[in-house]
């Protein structure tokens, strides 16, 4: 019932870009560490970057133990679901870095997702993923579900945020510069957020 592909292109992209949610997992390295999985969402944050690369923005929370497994290991899986349409699950296990604002590569990453305003989410990385291996398989469990509309409450909690004021707001968070298992997280200060030219 599963498939293997060598690439994201195609009918493969085509499903992965027109989801409205997808789910990362990551896990460090010790085995009796915290396995994290969280769902991402808001349109226009996850991009193809070519064949075998994708990125995602990642945006202000109260945790960051995706960043910490990822900075500690790199090892990554991102899983979407179809929820309308054909059955459908495709999974991309592979490697991630988080690109931090302090980055050379901040802007260039930053124009694959022309649709945010990363000044209204708190954006604090950009994860950036390799691919390894690309499965799909068949998803018949998974129910029919409908997608209304963003949910608004992330900008309008954030945007009223400067770097200032958010860099205050995640060293106050328990798990934003150390993970749950003690992995560094977040580099603190946060540095600002680049000026778009």
């Known amino acids: 019932m599963g498939k293997s592909y060598e690439r994201i292109d195609g009918r493969l992209r085509a499903f992965i870009e027109a989801q409205h949610i997808f789910f990362t997992a990551t896990a460090p390295l010790d085995g009796g560490g915290t396995v994290n999985l969280s769902p991402k969402g808001l349109n226009g ?22 960043i910490a497994h990822l900075r500690e290991n790199g090892r990554i899986t991102l ?13 991309v296990h592979g490697r991630g870095e988080p690109v931090f604002r302090d980055d050379a590569r901040w802007a260039e990453l930053l124009g694959y997702f022309p649709d945010i305003d990363p000044t209204l989410h708190g954006l604090r990385a950009i994860i950036v993923v390799t ?31 400067s770097d200032e004021s958010l860099d205050v707001y995640f060293q106050k968070k328990e798990h934003i510069a150390t993970s749950i298992d003690g992995l560094p997280g ?5 540095p600002p957020l680049p000026r778009a030219e």
Do not use: Q
């Open 79 to 91: 899983m979407w679901c179809a929820f309308d349409g054909p059955p459908n699950i495709v999974r």
């Open 45 to 66: 944050s996850f991009a193809v970057l070519d064949e075998l690369t994708v990125a995602y923005l990642d945006f202000a929370g109260s945790n960051a133990e995706t």
């Open 131 to 161: 691919a390894e291996k690309i499965r799909d398989t068949c998803g018949y469990a998974v129910p029919f579900m409908t997608y209304d509309e963003d949910r608004p409450l992330h900008a309008s909690r954030f945007a009223r945020e």
């Open 186 to 190: 977040l580099p603190l200060p946060l």
